[in-house]
Nanobody, 121 residues
Framework: QLVESGGGLVQAGGSLRLSCAASGLPFNSYGMGWFRQPPGKEREFVAAISWSGMTLYRDSVKGRFTISRDNAKNAVYLQMNSLKPEDTAIYYC?????????????????WGQGTQVTVSS
């Protein structure tokens, strides 16, 4: 089970930190990712992290977002800085039964319910 938290309403230029708590999974050996679904659009990749901490990012969030994980707490985080209105979306946490990070939806086996992030201009 994956449960996201930390979403909300923020002004452009602000920051939010999303958290994802995992249970019932061998978290330490799973790659983890964050995806988002903007209004009226398809779900898209945001960031991913391997079991060892290697990271991947969507080009539009590089330098603004940081993904991290705490294997002792079975948690993954997404620190989002310098937020823009185009970052508005439902953000989903995902887990894959492989240790490497992945950037495609099909790479992932488990999904959370999502948390809404709204960035006002």
């Amino acid at each position: 089970q994956l449960v996201e938290s930390g979403g909300g309403l923020v002004q452009a230029g602000g920051s939010l930190r999303l958290s994802c708590a995992a249970s019932g999974l061998p978290f330490n050996s799973y790659g983890m990712g964050w995806f988002r679904q903007p209004p009226g659009k398809e779900r898209e990749f945001v960031a991913a992290i391997s079991w060892s901490g290697m990271t991947l990012y969507r080009d539009s969030v590089k330098g603004r977002f940081t993904i991290s994980r705490d294997n002792a707490k079975n948690a993954v985080y997404l620190q989002m800085n310098s937020l823009k209105p185009e970052d508005t979306a439902i953000y989903y946490c995902a887990a894959r039964r492989l240790t490497a990070a992945g950037h495609q939806l099909a790479d992932y086996d488990y999904w959370g319910q999502g948390t809404q992030v709204t960035v006002s201009s």
